[in-house]
């Protein structure tokens, strides 16, 4: 079993940053990839980042390749989402997601565990 809790998410002007974290709890948190994803109303979960157990491998899609940063700290159980020059649509509920794999993956049925998600709000 793994517990996940975010934190970091709120309001922020097109262009500004935040910066999300999640804590892990339970199982080892260098055996497992994670990931973020994230939903918007009336929209399907999306893909928006991951990394490996080691975090030495990354995987980004076009939408948030250059502004999005994913990082985590072994040590501290805890996995980290930079998002600078943040757009409108980036507006969303922000998940994190623990793999059931070490190395990272992009699709939703990879992840067994996920976190309870934080709202992002950017406006115009």
């Known amino acids: 079993q793994v517990q996940l809790v975010e934190s970091g998410g709120g309001l922020a002007q097109a262009g500004g940053s935040l910066r999300l974290s999640c804590a892990a709890s339970g199982r080892p948190f260098s055996s497992y990839a994670m990931g973020w994803f994230r939903q918007a109303p009336g929209k399907e979960r999306e893909f928006v980042v991951a990394?490996?157990?080691?975090?030495?491998?990354?995987y980004y899609p076009d939408s948030v390749k250059g502004r999005f940063t994913i990082s985590r700290d072994n040590a501290k159980n805890t996995v980290y989402l930079q998002m600078n020059s943040l757009k409108p649509e980036d507006t969303a509920v922000y998940y994190c997601a623990a793999s059931i794999y070490t190395v990272a993956g992009i699709t939703s049925s990879e992840y067994a565990y996920w976190g309870q998600g934080t709202q992002v709000t950017v406006s115009s």
């Open positions: 990394i490996s157990w080691s975090g030495s491998n990354t």
